[in-house]
């Protein structure tokens, strides 16, 4: 299998998985210059842009600063949003953006690492440790079950949980564009993680990979991710992209993902 070119994966990334492609479940969609202003279920707000240049030419410190300043006053005047993220890449040209993102009063999460590669290098057959089995879920307990360890994993405010299960559920009752993966022992889920398949896209995304500690390095989460690789690719997707924590990250690369960006995420809220 001929290794993929980084740049190559980072254009694709670009062109297919920014704007439009990253607001499956918004409720509202808002232009705001290069950017989109989207709100979801839970008082969350989210934007997005495939570049921050504007119809006046590539971006500036001013400029930057001005999309910024625009997309904070329209969230303010939404009293339901209470919380607002701003996705940047590391790649971007984006001139002063932390600067401005500070001086408005966002904070920035962890930094992640854009992963991204054929799902045929992920779709291999893995011994599972004895007990252990990997299946998709859909009934809403299963789902509940499954977001409840992941939220104990990630150490997840619960208010902060509560909204992101309410998207997540509102979601699977109104979409069919994801699925909910666990891997349970004795019928306790030991490990869960997300597939999105893209619309419209080459692309696949492995989201919220979560392994309870004591069942770490036993090939659990690589069995799982490899039962999402298989569902991908009957979904007619060539690539997996995944935003990576660095636990992670050596697993996919093992797999033969690139780390092509990074991404992270400033948060605003309007408590601060």
């Given amino acids: 299998m001929d290794a993929p070119d980084p740049a190559t994966l980072l254009a694709a990334y670009d062109a297919q998985l920014r ?4 607001l499956p479940s918004a409720l509202t969609v808002t232009p705001c210059g290069p ?35 625009a997309a904070v006053a329209h969230f303010r005047e939404l009293p ?36 991204i590669g054929d799902a045929r290098m992920l779709a291999v057959d893995i011994d599972l440790p004895e007990g252990v089995r990997v299946r998709q879920v859909t009934d809403e ?14 150490g ?44 419209g896209t080459d692309f696949a995304g492995i989201w919220g990979g979560a392994t309870r500690p004591e069942h770490r390095g036993r090939g659990i989460y690589r069995a799982l991710t490899a039962a999402r ?11 997996i992209n995944s935003d990576s924590t660095e636990f992670s990250r050596p697993i996919l690369e093992r797999s033969g993902l690139l780390k092509v960006t990074t991404t992270t995420p400033w948060v605003w809220s309007r408590e601060a």
């Fill in 80 to 115: 339901e949003i209470r919380k607002v993220e701003w996705k940047s890449r590391g790649h971007d040209h984006a001139p002063g953006l932390h600067e401005a993102l500070e001086a408005a009063r966002f904070e920035p999460d962890e930094t992640e690492s854009v992963m």
């Fill in 156 to 199: 997840d405010d619960p208010d902060e949980a509560a909204a992101h299960d309410a998207q997540v559920l509102h979601r699977l009752a109104t979409r069919d564009d994801m699925e909910m993966w666990v891997a349970e022992v004795d019928g306790e889920v030991v490990s869960a993680g997300r597939l999105e398949p893209v619309d």
């Fill in 229 to 239: 690789a298989r569902s991908a690719i009957a979904h007619g997707k060539r690539w």
């Fill in 35 to 69: 950017l989109l202003l989207a709100t979801y279920l839970g008082g969350r707000g989210f934007i997005t842009y495939r570049s921050l240049d504007t119809e006046e030419g590539p971006a500036t410190e001013d400029s930057v600063r001005a999309l910024v300043t």
């Fill in 19 to 22: 704007r439009e492609a990253e």
């Fill in 141 to 154: 307990a299963d789902v509940r079950a499954m977001l409840a360890m992941q939220a104990e994993v990630f």
